[in-house]
Each structure stands twice: as C-alpha cells, then as structure tokens.
C-alpha cells in the first residue's frame, strides 16, 4: 500500500516512478533497478525540522533558524512552511520577517543538530561502510555488494528512510542512480519525504528534460550565460556539437557535455581511501573583492584540513582551483617538502597561490576551490626542516585539536578562524 501520493511522469518516451510514501508503509510496487548502487540521501530541512520535531506546537509553521526579527544575524535554515514566503539560508533576519510577518524565530543548537547528525550517519552505517558525508544532513552511499545482508539499492534506501522516520521522527529526500550526480539530481527532484529512483536505461529520458541548473556546478551566473547559447535544458547540452561547447565554454564546457551524456565516473569515496580531499564554492556573483576572495581560501582550507585529520592523514600537495568569470579554468599547486596536517600551514600555502594567481589573472572570480593531495597516513614519521620552529608547530596542532573538539560539539560553522570571518559571516 502506498499513502500519500505516487506520480508518474513521461519524458523522451520513458516512465519514471517516483514515490512519495509513509516510510511505516512498503512499498507494493518497486521498480527493478538492476545495478544501481549510488545512493544520495538529503534530509528534509533539517535544522528546522528538528526543531518542530522537539516543539510540536510549531509543527505546520513558519519556522526559521537563526537570525532575529530585529538585529543583523542572518537566517540559518528555514522550514518548507517558511520557504512557501521566499525565506532561505544567509537571508537576513530582518528581510525573512518582511516576507513573513508571522514567521517564529528560534535560536539555533548547533551542538544538539551534530547530535542529530551522529545518529543520522549511524544508521547509513548499518547498512554500508562506504559513506561520503557532504555535510551534517546529507551523504553518499555505495551500497555494492550489500544486496545479500540488506536487498537491493531501492530496498536499501526504504529501509533508511524508515529508521530515520522511526527512530528519529524526521524524514529524507533519497535518489537512486547508477551515477554519482544522477543520484543527487533524483534526491532534490521531489523533496520533502522524495524518493526517486532512476535505472540505468532511462539516464538520458530522465535528464534530458530537466534545466541546465540542474548540473553540478551551473549557478545562476553560468545559467545565463547557456541560456544566450540557447541551452536550456540538459537535452540541449547534450546533443550540443561537443568541440564548439569546448571551444566556447573550455574545461567547463567539457565537463557539462559529459554530464549531459551520462558520464560521471566519480565513486562514493570516503575521506579515508581518497587520493584526495578537496572543498570548493562557486559564488552567485562574480567576485574581485580581495578580501573576500581571502577569507574564502581560509573557509575552504579549514574544512579540507579538518577533514584531513578526522581521515587520519597528511598532506604533500596543495592545490589551489581557480575559475574566472568567462569560465576559464586553473589550478596551481605547491608541493611540500614535508607532509603536514596542519591547518595554518595549509592555509599560509594556499593565500600564497591565491595572491600568485591574482597577480596573474586577475579578472573576476567565479568558483573558487582548494584540494589535498599525495596524502599520507598521519602516523608517518615527519622530518622538520632547518626553518621549523618546534614551537610553534606544537602551539598550531594544539590549536587544531581544540578547534576540531570544538566544531565536533558544537558543529563546524561555530568556531572558526578570524581570517575566515568575511567569507563566513555571509553564509
């Protein structure tokens, strides 16, 4: 029995199914997904559903996390009753409460949603070892060679639905695709309480309809600009002649005509087997703010860094990725002469290659990103160089170690380093 709504839609010729269901309620009609094994599980706005879930007078409201009616902070998450007014995340207080008056305001736990997190990532962990968290309340899942202990990928993903739903009182948006990008396309396709799964027949039927927004990495910006080379949809890319996208658009051009085709041979890899660990953010506006640009690398660098060490690793290899506002794309990086952990050392590498890059092209910013490779275990004997100050290197691990005890209890966006705050206080 299905409760709730089950909606089938047609493109290309091809029917997808997707279901949105009671998780306390199988499914009666599944749809045979043969060798899809990708998994991408987002929950359903999750600071603010969790806060209704603790309050249940303020379930059916307006609800935002973050910010004041009155002062400067600005909105954290918001409910799907609140984004009914146009409310979303980094909006200022003031700007969500003139969209919607009645909208209630609370304070945010981030310590008590890391909580939430933890029991999240517990039960991916019940039915698979291969997880990539991309954040408190999302995740990659490769459930290969599970199908014995737990069924298949679709039986995989009901069943997590239904302890999240059961255990936790809260629900999650999940797609199902034979690629990586496909999956995250699927769990955003039919939020809140989604579920979409896509066969490996019907990749093209089911992409070829959708927005060129859709793709990874097209914001606004990028949105316009293949919107005046008349691609509208991801269809349009696809059969889009591939050497005059290239010659067009570059890297990125290369980049989207694959995605459009279905290619994507990117694995769910957690931080432990990468090769390498990298974070990146692609602004909605075109930035030449130095500053800014600045306090981004500092951003980025502190999340790769923490990462770093929770896989228990170290780095030789720092590589900084650079995207201008016509799309043209470079990456610079330096090579270490001893691995490190270390995030101010990280940090001090990156300005450097930023402040090298600018120097060189200093056009407008589009995306900017930082990634660790020639990763090594953190257990490795590390040789310091003439120019180490012991010192100072003991005094910047334990500032490590407390900021990651720290972001652990509280949640990473608490406790950061000043140099990041610009680019932080804007998120």
């Known amino acids: 029995m299905i409760v709730g709504s089950k909606r089938r839609f047609w493109a290309g010729g091809f029917g997808f199914v997707r279901h949105r269901t009671s998780c306390n309620e199988p499914s009666s009609a599944?749809?045979?997904?043969?060798?899809?094994?990708?998994?991408?599980?987002?929950?359903?706005?999750?600071?603010?559903s969790i806060e209704q879930r603790d309050h249940p007078e303020l379930i059916g409201r307006p609800v935002v996390v973050g910010g004041s009616k009155t002062g400067r902070g600005v909105v954290a998450a918001a409910s799907y009753e609140a984004r009914q007014y146009g409310i979303h995340s980094a909006m200022p207080g003031r700007r969500a409460a003139e969209l919607c008056p009645h909208a209630v305001f609370v304070r945010g736990r981030l310590s008590h949603y890391a909580d939430v997190g933890r029991q999240v990532r517990e039960i991916f962990g019940r039915f698979t070892p291969i997880i990539q968290p991309l954040s408190l309340d999302e995740a990659f899942l490769d459930v290969a060679g599970m199908e014995r202990l737990h069924g298949d990928a679709e039986t995989i993903g009901r069943s997590i639905k239904d302890a999240i739903e059961n255990e936790l009182q809260l629900t999650a948006s999940v797609g199902i695709a034979p690629r990586k990008f496909v999956a995250k396309i699927a769990s955003d396709l039919d939020k809140p309480n989604g579920f979409v799964v896509v066969k490996e027949s019907d990749l093209t039927s089911f992409l070829d309809p959708l927005g060129v927004?859709?793709?990874?990495?097209?914001?606004?910006?990028?949105?316009?600009?293949?919107?005046?080379?008349?691609?509208k949809s991801i269809r349009d890319v696809r059969l889009y002649d591939h050497e005059l996208l290239v010659s067009k658009l570059g890297d990125w051009g290369h980049h989207l005509w694959k995605l459009a085709n279905g290619i994507d041979s990117r694995g769910v890899v957690p931080d432990r087997s990468a090769k390498q660990i990298s974070h990146e953010r692609t602004f909605a506006d075109d930035q030449s703010d130095a500053e800014l640009l600045h306090g981004v690398v500092c951003f980025l660098c502190e999340q790769t860094a923490m990462r770093l060490r929770r896989s228990g690793r170290m780095t030789s290899t720092i590589t900084l990725k650079y995207r201008r506002e016509d799309f043209k794309t470079f990456n610079k990086s330096r090579t270490l002469q001893a691995p490190t952990d270390q995030t101010g050392r990280i940090i001090r590498v990156a300005v450097e290659l930023l402040e090298e890059m600018r120097r060189n092209e200093p056009r407008a910013v589009r995306l900017l990103g930082v990634s660790l490779g020639t990763l090594v275990g953190s257990d490795r004997p590390v040789q310091l160089s003439l120019f180490d100050d012991p010192q100072q290197q003991q005094a910047e691990r334990k500032v490590d170690q407390v900021v990651d005890q720290l972001s652990q209890k509280l949640g990473g966006k608490t406790v950061y380093r000043a140099a990041s705050h610009r680019w932080r206080h804007r998120q």
């Open 30 to 48: 599944t749809c045979s997904i043969g060798q899809i094994m990708i998994l991408h599980i987002d929950m359903d706005a999750f600071y603010a």
């Open 213 to 231: 927004e859709k793709l990874w990495g097209v914001g606004s910006v990028a949105q316009a600009r293949l919107h005046r080379l008349g691609l």
